[in-house]
Structures are given as structure tokens and as C-alpha cells.
T-cell receptor
């Protein structure tokens, strides 16, 4: 069975600064995918970034990037130049299993 | 190209009634997933279905909950004899094929309130 752990229930960052959200996972699969989703106040689930486990290169999408450490089963999300619109719940997922989320506050 | 459609968006039921939530996957998607999100909590996986088959129901409560995805029509999550603790947002997601590698796309959720 897969498990996903997000150890930071809440985080705050100053606007324009950089923040890193942590995620660790466990899986018995040899080939798997990892995802970060964002859930703004509208509650819509929005895909932020995805990483294929067999690829060593960390995925990047504009201001969002991941630090994927396969041996450590760690998959953190880095948000650069934080913007007010980044305020949301962020969920890490391994396949179809999600963590409990990290609520990110952006301080103006 | 319509996304994942869920209805109703909001549903109010009295304790003991039945709730039926419907989900139409994205066009071309044959895999459906249901999740429950309790207030201020994360997404809890409930069930994964293909057309006419339940692939993984490890997250479904043993009683009162059932799901189907018939050959024709939407997937349905059915909750019988609802209790206050069933009040939550229920999200449906779909993917084109197996879960391991494909991104799953979410609907906007159905909010169930049990009074």
C-alpha cells in the first residue's frame, strides 16, 4: 500500500520569497508517478507539477519546481517568487494516494 | 472538451436518507476515482473503478457505501442511511487509463450536508 506524509500542516511565506513544502512517501511500486496539487479557496483541485519516478531530473513548471530524492522517498515542492494567488492547500500524491495537505499562507 | 462533471454540486439529506452522487469522466477517460474530503482535512481515497469493474475499493467504508461505473452513463457513489459524519466534499477524478502513471483530473466536487 502507498502512503504519503506531509509533515507541515501550515506554512507562511512573505510575498516574493521562496518556500519549500515537504512530502515523503512510501510505495512498493517500481514505476510510479508523484504529483503536487493545489486547492485554492474555490476547492477546485489543480495539478501543479508531476514527476516520473524513473526520471532523475527534477520537474519544473515556471515558478514551481520539485526536489525529488528517490532513495529517501522525498518529493518536496519549491515555490519561487511567491504570489498572493499561491495561497492554497497543497497536496502531495503518489499515484492516487494523497497526503493530508499543507495550507500555505502568503504574507503581503 | 468538458472536464470531469459532478452533480449535484450541493446535496442536503436528512439522517437516514440515501445520497447519490454522480460523476461523468472526461471524454476518452475510462477510469474513475472517488475521494472524500472532510472539513479541514486531506483527500481520502475511497474507490477506483473502470467501466463495469471495481478495481480498488480499499478506502470504502464497509457498510452503507457503494460505487458503480456502468457501461453506459456516469459513475455513481451511493451512501445509504446517511449520518452526520458523512457530511463532506466528495470529489471524483478520472484518467484515460491505469492509475500508475496518468495524471488524474478532478471534478469540482459534490458537497453533502446531512442534517
Amino acid at each position: 500500500a502507498q502512503t504519503v506524509t506531509q509533515s507541515q500542516p501550515e506554512m507562511s511565506v512573505q510575498e516574493a520569497e521562496t518556500v519549500t513544502l515537504s512530502c515523503t512517501y512510501d510505495t512498493s511500486e517500481s514505476d510510479y508517478y508523484l504529483f503536487w496539487y493545489k486547492q485554492p479557496p474555490s476547492r477546485q483541485m489543480i495539478l501543479v507539477i508531476r514527476q516520473e519516478a524513473y526520471k532523475q531530473q527534477n520537474a519544473t513548471e515556471n515558478r514551481f519546481s520539485v526536489n525529488f530524492q528517490k532513495a529517501a522517498k522525498s518529493f518536496s515542492l519549491k515555490i519561487s517568487d511567491s504570489q498572493l494567488g499561491d495561497a492554497a492547500m497543497y497536496f502531495c500524491a503518489c499515484g492516487i494516494i494523497f497526503g493530508k495537505g499543507t495550507r500555505l499562507h502568503i504574507l503581503p | 472538451n468538458a472536464g470531469v462533471m459532478q452533480n449535484p454540486r450541493h446535496l442536503v439529506r436528512r439522517r437516514g436518507q440515501e445520497a447519490r452522487l454522480r460523476c461523468s469522466p472526461m471524454k476518452g477517460h475510462s477510469h474513475v476515482y472517488w475521494y472524500r474530503q472532510l472539513p479541514e482535512e486531506g483527500l481520502k481515497f475511497m474507490v477506483y473503478l473502470q467501466k463495469e469493474n471495481i478495481i480498488d475499493e480499499s478506502g470504502m467504508p464497509k457498510e452503507r457505501f457503494s460505487a458503480e461505473f456502468p457501461k453506459e452513463g456516469p459513475s455513481i457513489l451511493r451512501i445509504q442511511q446517511v449520518v452526520r459524519g458523512d457530511s463532506a466534499a466528495y470529489f471524483c477524478a478520472s484518467s484515460p487509463s491505469s492509475s500508475s502513471g496518468n495524471t488524474i483530473y478532478f471534478g469540482e466536487g459534490s458537497w453533502l450536508t446531512v442534517v
